[in-house]
Nanobody, 132 residues
């Protein structure tokens, strides 16, 4: 059984940094593309960043100057480094792994459910709150 366990959420002050971690286990196929999503109430599940098993990354334009995705293969862990945080970064953050032959895409109605689970494996989510 695939499991993705996120950690590192919590409260930070505007401008501070935060690092989210996602530790994966249970893959019975080649290491999939991994990604970080976030969702706020009333909005779609937005893809923030992806990383392949070879280390190629993409980062959404909306956060590319502040967020970085990385991985530690030895620990089966993917990280999201969030710098210069803003109030609008307050959200639930989800780690996801693409199912075989699936590309991570943005715009699911809900992270981790309502059909999104058909395409990706999902973590339980971790909340980040940015306040002044």
């Amino acid at each position: 059984e695939v499991q993705l366990v996120e950690s590192g959420g919590g409260s930070v002050r505007t401008g501070e940094s935060a690092r989210l971690s996602c530790t994966a286990s249970g893959f019975t196929f080649d290491a999939p593309d991994m990604g970080w999503y976030r969702q706020t109430p009333g909005n779609k599940c937005d893809l923030l960043a992806t990383i392949t098993r070879d280390g190629a990354t993409t980062v959404a334009d909306s956060v590319k100057d502040r967020f970085t995705i990385s991985q530690d293969k030895a620990k089966n862990t993917v990280y999201l480094e969030m710098n210069s945080t803003k109030h609008e970064d307050t959200a639930m953050y989800y780690c996801a792994a693409a199912r075989p032959d699936v590309v991570l895409v943005t715009g699911y109605a809900s992270c981790g459910r309502d059909g999104a689970e058909v395409y990706n494996f999902w973590g339980q989510g971790t909340r980040v709150t940015v306040s002044s």
